[in-house]
C-alpha cells in the first residue's frame, strides 16, 4: 500500500522558534509538495520538488523553507514560527510522469502545527 | 492554472445519486481535470481524473462536455460515509507542478 508519512499529528511550538516538519514517502515518486489547509481557503501550495535538491516556490512561501536531500523525504521548515502559522500542513508526493499522463497525488495525514 | 468554481456546500440523501458541477472556463489544452475527496482530520484522496467525455471508476462518474469549461463529479447511491469535502482541481500535470485546490464543495449526507 502507497504511503506518504508524516512525523507529527500534532504540533505546539512557541513563537520565534524553528520548526521542522518531516514527511517520507515508500513510492519513489519523484514530486513532493507541502500544503497548508485553513477554513474557508482550501489547499495553499507552499512548496514543492520535482527532484532531489530542486525547490519551487508555490503561492505561499513566505515564512518557509523547504529540503530534499534524499528522494524519499521533503522536510518544511518554519524558521521562526509564528502564530499566523498555526495551520493543518499537508505533504503530497506523485510521479512526475510524461507530459499529460495522468499522475494521482498521494497525501499524509496532516500536521496540525499551533503556535503560541 | 485554470481557476475552478464549484458550489460551496450541498446535501443530499442516502440512496441517492450526487452530482458537483465544477466550472473551468479557462481551461487549456493541455489541462486535465482532477476530483479529489478529503474526510475530516485525513488528507485529501484521489477520486477520479478525465480529460474529456465521460470516465467511470469503480467509485465515481466523471462527465466532461465538449468544450471542456465544466465538469460534473456523480457519486451514485451516496451514503452517511460519503459526506466529506470534493475539490476539483484542473492543470496540465495533474498531482503534478502547482496543483491547485480551491475550497471544495462541502457534500453532507442525511439518513
Known amino acids: 500500500d502507497v504511503k506518504v508519512t508524516q512525523s507529527s499529528r500534532y504540533l505546539v511550538k512557541r513563537t520565534g522558534e524553528k520548526v521542522f516538519l518531516e514527511c517520507v514517502q515508500d513510492?519513489?515518486?519523484?514530486?513532493m509538495f507541502w500544503y497548508r489547509q485553513d477554513p474557508g481557503l482550501g489547499l495553499r501550495l507552499i512548496y514543492f520538488?520535482?527532484?532531489?535538491?530542486?525547490?519551487e516556490k508555490g503561492d505561499i512561501p513566505e515564512g518557509y523553507s523547504v529540503s530534499r536531500e534524499k528522494k524519499e523525504r521533503f522536510s518544511l521548515i518554519l524558521e521562526s514560527a509564528s502564530t499566523n502559522q498555526t495551520s493543518m500542513y499537508l505533504c503530497?508526493?506523485?510521479?512526475?510522469?510524461?507530459?499529460?499522463?495522468?499522475?494521482?497525488?498521494?497525501f499524509g495525514q496532516g500536521t496540525r502545527l499551533t503556535v503560541v | 492554472l485554470a481557476k475552478t468554481t464549484q458550489p460551496i456546500s450541498m446535501d443530499s440523501y442516502e440512496g441517492q445519486e450526487v452530482n458537483i458541477t465544477c466550472s473551468h472556463n479557462?481551461?487549456?489544452?493541455?489541462?486535465?481535470i482532477t476530483w479529489y475527496q478529503q474526510f475530516p482530520s485525513q488528507g485529501p484522496r484521489f477520486i477520479i481524473q478525465?480529460?474529456?467525455t465521460k470516465v467511470t471508476n469503480e467509485v465515481a462518474s466523471l462527465f466532461i462536455p465538449a468544450d471542456r469549461k465544466s465538469s460534473t463529479l456523480s457519486l451514485p447511491r451516496v451514503s452517511l460515509s460519503d459526506t466529506a469535502v470534493y475539490y476539483c482541481?484542473?492543470?496540465?500535470?495533474?498531482?503534478?507542478?502547482?496543483?491547485?485546490f480551491g475550497a471544495g464543495t462541502r457534500l453532507f449526507v442525511k439518513a
Open positions: 482541481l484542473v492543470g496540465d500535470r495533474p498531482g503534478g507542478f502547482k496543483t491547485i
Open positions: 479557462n481551461i487549456a489544452t493541455n489541462d486535465y
Open positions: 520538488s520535482y527532484d532531489v535538491k530542486m525547490k
Open positions: 513510492m519513489d515518486h519523484e514530486n
Open positions: 503530497a508526493s506523485s510521479l512526475q510522469g510524461a507530459k499529460n499522463l495522468n499522475t494521482e497525488a498521494f
Open positions: 478525465g480529460y474529456k
